[in-house]
């Protein structure tokens, strides 16, 4: 094909140039996005009526897009296909507080140990169940921090940004 050239006419093979008029058939089954037709001429679209057995069918006068339009065309297409390609992380309550563990995160003889020694009292073990709930509150606003940046690791600074604004519900 000739690299000038926009389509090739259905019906006799010829070019059809950028910014050219050609015609397209009424009948929406020769448009199928997949193989739609073009014809060079008026002539070029009546060979084809009696093939394609059409009973109701004119031919329709268009311009072929210029050789920018395609590219611009093409470019969108790219582009829209990059964006498929990366979807964003959008990560959700059910994501984040569904079929997950709920286990104590606390290490009780470590954090007993520092209660004492900085007060002399003692803990019970309910503080290690509440602390851990804790915990995970802020985990789960640090995975969202991540996930704002598109990152897949949970970083420090992504805790440290709760620990300045609060958990969420206090
Ligand atoms: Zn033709
Ligand atoms: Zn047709």
């Not at 992380?89 to 954090?111: C, F, M, Y």
Request: glycine share 4%; proline share 5%; charged share 30%.
């Amino acid at each position: 094909m000739d690299e000038e050239a926009w389509r090739k006419c259905s019906t006799c093979k010829n070019p059809i140039a950028h910014s050219i008029v050609f015609y397209e058939c009424s009948v929406s089954t020769c448009n199928r996005k997949r193989l739609p037709l073009f014809f060079c001429s008026v002539e070029c679209w009546d060979a084809h009526v009696p093939m394609m057995r059409h009973r109701d069918a004119w031919a329709i006068e268009k311009t072929s897009p210029s050789k920018s339009d395609v590219a611009r065309e093409t470019e969108a297409a790219d582009a829209a296909a990059k964006k498929k390609e990366a979807p964003r992380r959008i990560v959700t309550e059910a994501a984040t507080n569904g079929d997950v563990p709920q286990d104590v995160l606390i290490i009780a003889s470590k954090l007993k140990s520092y209660i004492k020694a900085r007060s002399g009292m003692n803990t019970s073990d309910g503080v290690m169940r509440a602390l851990s709930d804790h915990v995970r509150q802020i985990c789960n606003e640090a995975i969202r921090n991540a996930a704002r940046d598109d990152r897949k690791t949970v970083l420090d600074r992504d805790v440290a940004k709760v620990a300045r604004s609060g958990p969420p519900g206090g």
